[in-house]
């Protein structure tokens, strides 16, 4: 029932939105179409990639050429409202809800560009902005962050951000209301309910303290209960269409097609802490995350997670640079894993454990040059699985030689504009 009740607070959420975002856009007819179009904002970038997996197992190398071209418009209407989008190339033939990327190859046949962003914000005053549609991601999120989302996810549904300063304290909190999937075969469609609440404090010697907790609550994603043979799985219990199903998650009969076994309800606790060491700005970030909707009968429950590392120096203007260390250990359901972190591994998501490092500089304002190495293993099994009275656990394999301990090297020229 409850989560009925939020599913039809979503639909009237994204409907009134809708219904107040195109009064506000009729009053737009008035503007002057020549000044409409002068304030047009324009931006993009271009990154080029090659990208290198040396599985340690097998010692056989994947080498890819890659690119990832993106193009964004920003329009201003009137009294606050602003319409933002966003084409990106992507993933041929269906695209990938984790990846820009397109890669060189298919004898150069032409690539796919995508709608990556399309959605309407609304901000009648400064401390407060309601967003809708397929959107940048409204909350606050570090690197460390991408333990749970992608740099590249685009959320579609509704969000609201509000931010107020009281005394020394910058105190926010974000809500985030997704669309994952119709279940046309059920009456239980798929959504996201994501509450988020932080505060930034200064502190002496220009540093600062940001901190934030939110809790992320995937509604209809699992079927009630586990059985050995489950029936009337619809789209809830097999994926929810996305264009790339990515590793890590335990499901039934252990394939990447098969249904998500758990519940998730994701708690994450974020923080980064900024200062300065001779003139050079250091952030220590770090983010833990334990799924507290996962099943009693799971054992081990393997829902726990946590990514947390420091970024020295920022690669932004010329002459600038940055080198960055990070340490993960995510286990197989402690999130989502088709919306984590592609990067880590051969094919992103969960289950996964190791350590990212990094170092860009710019010898120009908008260019950027980067090498970034991670490590990986996969962290509990080789996710087999069998079932005693119902109840699935995970058996055979290690850790050790597995075919998915990867290690990858990214070589990144971007140019921005």
Do not use: C
Request: hydrophobic share 35%; no cysteine; aromatic share 10%.
């Amino acid at each position: 029932m409850h989560s009925k009740m939020k599913a039809g607070a979503t639909r009237l959420i994204l409907s009134l939105a809708f219904l107040g975002v195109t009064a506000v856009a009729a009053r737009a007819t008035d503007l002057n179409l020549s000044s409409w179009v002068d304030s047009v904002k324009v931006s993009g970038d271009l990154r080029l990639r090659y990208d290198e997996l040396h599985y340690r197992q097998n010692g056989i190398d994947r080498n890819r050429e890659r690119y990832r071209l993106r193009l964004g418009l920003e329009l201003p209407m009137t009294n606050g409202l602003t319409f933002k989008t966003r084409f990106a190339s992507g993933a041929t033939p269906t695209g990938s809800q984790t990846s820009r990327n397109a890669d060189m190859g298919r004898l150069s046949s032409p690539d796919n560009f995508y709608i990556d962003q399309a959605y309407l914000q609304w901000q009648p005053i400064s401390l407060v902005k309601v967003t809708g549609g397929r959107m940048a991601n409204p909350l606050w999120a570090l690197y460390s962050s991408n333990i749970i989302w992608d740099d590249n996810y685009t959320p579609e549904g509704s969000a609201e951000n509000l931010e107020q300063l009281v005394g020394p304290v910058k105190l926010f909190a974000n809500g985030l209301q997704m669309v994952v999937s119709e279940d046309k075969k059920t009456n239980r469609d798929q959504f996201l309910f994501t509450e988020q609440v932080g505060a930034e404090v200064a502190l002496p010697l220009e540093s600062r303290l940001r901190l934030a907790y939110a809790n992320h609550n995937w509604v209809n994603v699992s079927s009630n209960g586990v059985t050995s043979s489950p029936t009337n799985i619809g789209a809830s219990q097999t994926n929810f269409g996305e264009g790339t199903t990515q590793d890590g998650n335990r499901r039934y009969g252990g394939a990447s097609t098969g249904g998500l076994l758990n519940h998730f309800r994701v708690n994450e606790l974020t923080a980064q802490l900024s200062f300065w060491v001779l003139k050079l700005p250091v952030a220590l970030q770090g983010t833990y995350i334990r799924n507290d909707g996962a099943i009693e009968q799971f054992s081990p429950k393997y829902n726990t997670g946590f990514q947390h590392g420091v970024i020295v120096g920022k690669a932004s203007a010329k002459n600038t640079w940055e080198a960055a260390y990070f340490v993960k250990n995510v286990a197989a359901d402690a999130t989502i894993s088709s919306v984590a972190d592609g990067d880590f591994g051969d094919n992103g998501g969960t289950n996964r454990k190791g350590r990212i490092y990094w170092f860009a500089y710019n010898p120009l304002d908008y260019l950027q040059l980067k090498v970034t190495f991670f490590q990986t293993r996969l962290r509990d099994t080789n996710a087999a699985f069998a079932y005693s009275q119902g109840v699935p656990t995970i058996t055979g394999g290690t850790t050790s030689g597995n075919p998915k301990d990867v290690n990858r090297l990214f070589a990144d020229v971007s140019v921005k504009f």
